[in-house]
T-cell receptor, first 108, second 115 residues
Framework: EDQVTQSPEALRLQEGESSSLNCSYT??????LFWYRQDPGKGPEFLFTLYSAGEEKEKERLKATLTKKESFLHITAPKPEDSATYLCAVRGYQKVTFGTGTKLQVIP | DSGVTQTPKHLITATGQRVTLRCSPR?????VYWYQQSLDQGLQFLIQYYNGEERAKGNILERFSAQQFPDLHSELNLSSLELGDSALYFC??????????????FGPGTRLTVT
């Protein structure tokens, strides 16, 4: 069965304090690893898709990387508006499996 | 705005009742997914349709059913509702379902409260 584990569950950063979120996965036949951002009471917002080990994608202060067993979402010099829950998901042969997310709080 | 619409935004109903949630995917997207999200759990995948056909099934209860119509909109039917069915229900759409890819675009959700 496909599995996604995200750590830490919650992360509190000072504004400007860079850090990384981890997503460990096991999946039969990876067809894509996805990162989403979710604000309270809203639908997840798509950020990145990664397909193969070694791949990297960047968007503003966020950078996602992928290895054969895990993915990292690096947040550089975060701002309070980056506060949200970040979700990781993998697509196997049949379906997409989501992790439970990392709740990020960035304090001014 | 993702381009995915869901109605209604909020729904309050009693135990034992039946409700229908509606989703319109982004223009051109053929895949529709349904998810349930409650406070103590993450996003739980329920079911996926691709161009009108069921493609994948997750942890969907027998009391729940879904379909995708020829115009690609989808409906999720929840019957014999229980208190534990109270949750946010999200619909998502995807531009493709091929060998790779399948990033999803989520709607704003329907908040269901069962009393």
């Amino acid at each position: 069965e496909d599995q996604v584990t995200q750590s830490p569950e919650a992360l509190r950063l000072q504004e400007g304090e860079s850090s990384s979120l981890n997503c460990s996965y096991t999946v039969s036949g990876l067809r894509g690893l996805f990162w989403y951002r979710q604000d309270p009471g809203k639908g997840p917002e798509f950020l990145f898709t990664l397909y193969s080990a070694g791949e990297e994608k960047e968007k503003e202060r966020l950078k996602a990387t992928l290895t054969k067993k895990e993915s990292f979402l690096h947040i550089t010099a975060p701002k309070p508006e980056d506060s949200a829950t970040y979700l990781c998901a993998v697509r196997g042969y049949q379906k997409v499996t989501f992790g439970t997310g990392t709740k990020l709080q960035v304090i001014p | 705005d993702s381009g995915v619409t869901q109605t209604p935004k909020h729904l309050i109903t009693a135990t034992g009742q039946r409700v229908t949630l509606r989703c319109s995917p982004r223009s051109g997207d053929l895949s529709v997914y349904w998810y349930q999200q409650s406070l103590d759990q993450g996003l739980q995948f329920l079911i996926q349709y691709y161009n009108g056909e069921e493609r994948a099934k997750g942890n969907i209860l027998e009391r729940f059913s879904a379909q995708q119509f020829p115009d690609l909109h989808s409906e999720l039917n929840l019957s014999s509702l229980e208190l534990g069915d109270s949750a946010l229900y999200f619909c998502a759409s995807s531009p493709k379902w091929g060998q790779v890819g399948g990033e999803q675009y989520f709607g704003p959700g329907t908040r269901l409260t069962v009393t």
